[in-house]
């Protein structure tokens, strides 16, 4: 049993479209648990941190514009093996090639605006959550019904 930690964003557009609730709501009866969330506007620089690794590209800036554009739900999500099926309920990158059934094939239809953003892998899980919550905001705490999810 390998207990993880992501990152995980709902991005303007989830945000514009009242789909907040409805993401979370999947990943809670999934079985994962919340330890940080925070609702917030995206500073610029923040943004080019988060997407440092897009710099130079041709969409960057457009990326930049987007994710500052309105506010997010940035959260720290945990579970057993939560980085692979967190990514999983996300869907593909692209919603035109997301399964039905995950959070972009049931809500999105464009590359460009497709609701959330998920950490792809345990370093980048890492990088993230320390980049958007300081040190005290990630919460460790217990569930009365871990007993019935992970034993």
Known sequence: MSMERTFV???PDGVQRRLMG???????RAGLKV???KFMKVPRELAEKH???HRGKPFYEGLIAYITSGPVLAMVIEGINAIERVRAMVGATDPQKAAPGTIRGDFCQ????????????PETAATEIALWFK???VVDYSMDDEKWIYE
Request: net charge negative.
């Open 9 to 11: 964003m709902v991005k």
């Open 110 to 121: 464009h590359i460009g605006r497709n609701a959330v953003h998920a950490s792809d892998g």
């Open 35 to 37: 330890v940080a969330m």
């Open 51 to 53: 997407y440092e690794i």
């Open 22 to 28: 409805e993401i979370l709501a999947r990943f809670e």
């Open 135 to 137: 040190e005290g905001e």
